[in-house]
């Protein structure tokens, strides 16, 4: 038996980044594509690709796009259960509603619960690969690399660390998160398509020992990713301010403690200094936009046109449960939605980009995920630009692809994700 699979669709393979010349011209649509061994193998005209495969099992979507799976750069699955919640702003908001969710985790069986949950929502908005926080409890960490590994899915996880500034139950300390992040790192970092993240929570709930502790680890393990948040409300800058009287602005206290690198990844970084922007461009830091949590917490507007013509690595994601969805369409949308508010109207083809191939790079996973093309990992999602009456109506317009595939970011859901494959297998 073969286990090559000829898919035919509407195939929507980018060349090159979308941020530089003409977006629409950044992305050519192919008739067929080639999966053998969880791999894309062929890309290109029917005729052509179904000569060089002869064998394959065909499988025909029809006028569905099909586009690399979705790649959500930042995202606290143990917050799945508490997505929505009503009224507060970061500081309340995780004393009221984060810490006590995060606090059950403790039990290992919840862990286990809420990551196979969550690892399905997202699987049925067509997201491939997640860059999650778990919470200081190591097994929460296990937990989620096991759905994951069980859904033969890549990933990126960390077990969070706070030794301050949180409450009883939900406080380690410099020492057991080095030794405990480190034992993760171990058992985890590489395991069939899993990766850890160092993940210092953010500056407040980090004493500098616990974060040179980590920026320790780090060093040492160099190819790690490190993911932290950064500069997301103005309170939460203020009060960075007073707990590192010594830092010259909030990068550099991750800077001064060996955390500031090219494999970092720096969530939100909404309120950033000229000093803090031009490190994080020099370094080749990503900075990652999530821009429905933004609006949903209240955080700011991330100018992310002027951020990525600086130079600056952007990824996209939904910060799950600050942000307001599991859907990357959505998010999408809303980074639509701010850059309108910014002053730039991002093309779809931007914002499509953003969410696979630009996540894939923030996460240095680029050459693996977020592009179709041969010799990259098949995950792949196929979207139905028609889920809806009210989609299908202005779509059926639509001039070209662009035109059709914008009604299904402004206003698709899971509806419209038609189907997933993971490593080539349909889920
Ligand atoms: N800053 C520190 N922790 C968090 C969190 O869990 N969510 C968001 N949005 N910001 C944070
Ligand atoms: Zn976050």
């Known amino acids: 038996m073969t286990d090559q699979t000829l898919i035919t669709a509407q195939i929507l393979a980018f060349d090159r980044t979308p941020f530089d010349g003409d977006p629409a011209q950044s992305a050519r649509l192919h008739e067929a594509l080639v999966i053998e061994g969880g791999h894309i193998a062929a890309l290109g005209p029917v005729s052509e690709v179904r000569a060089a495969y002869p064998q394959a099992r ?44 995060e606090m059950r985790f403790a039990d290992p069986a919840y862990a286990a619960e809420i990551a ?27 937990a989620f690399f096991e759905a994951a590994q069980a859904r033969g899915l890549r990933a990126v996880a960390g077990k969070t660390c706070m030794d301050r500034n949180a409450p009883d139950g939900l406080r380690d300390t410099a020492q057991s998160a080095y030794d405990d992040s480190r034992a993760l790192l171990d058992r985890w970092h590489g395991v069939d398509r899993l990766s850890y993240a160092i993940t210092p929570r953010f500056s407040p ?17 160099p190819d790690c990713l490190m993911q932290t948040h950064l500069s997301e409300q103005t309170d939460e800058i203020e009060w960075v301010q007073a707990l590192y009287p010594e830092a010259r602005d909030y990068l550099d206290t991750y800077e001064a403690h060996g955390l500031l690198g090219a494999r970092g990844l720096y969530g939100h970084a909404i309120h950033l200094t000229p000093r803090e922007r031009d490190r994080l461009r020099e370094v080749g830091a990503a900075l990652i936009h999530c821009p429905t949590s933004n609006t949903f917490i209240g955080s700011g507007l991330f100018d992310m046109a002027a951020r990525v013509a600086e130079g600056q690595r952007v990824g996209l994601a939904t910060d799950t449960g ?71 109506q202005r779509a059926g317009r639509a001039e070209d692809i662009w035109e059709a595939l914008f009604p299904t970011i402004m206003m698709g859901d899971d509806r419209a994700v038609a189907q997933v494959w993971v490593a080539g297998r349909a889920v």
């Open 58 to 101: 065909h499988r025909d979507m029809g006028a569905h796009l099909i586009t690399a799976g979705f790649v959500d750069a930042h995202v606290h699955y143990p917050q799945t259960a508490m997505i929505a919640s009503w009224g507060k702003r970061l500081i309340d908001w995780l004393n009221t509603y984060t810490f006590p969710e």
């Open 116 to 142: 196979g949950r969550y690892l399905d929502l997202t699987l049925a908005h067509g997201t491939t690969t997640t860059a999650s926080y778990c919470t200081i409890h190591p097994a929460s960490v296990t």
């Open 205 to 221: 709930t980090s004493s500098p020992e616990q974060l040179g502790a980590l920026g320790h680890l780090w060093a040492e393990h």
């Open 322 to 392: 600050g942000g307001s969805s599991f859907s990357m369409l959505r998010t999408m949308a809303a980074a639509y939605e701010i850059g309108q508010l910014t002053g730039t109207a991002l093309h779809p083809a931007q914002l499509l980009w953003l969410g696979t191939a630009g996540s894939a790079q923030a996460l240095h996973m680029g050459d693996l995920i977020g592009t179709i093309a041969p010799g990259m990992e098949a995950d792949l999602v196929a979207l139905d630009l028609a889920s809806t009456p009210a989609i299908a």
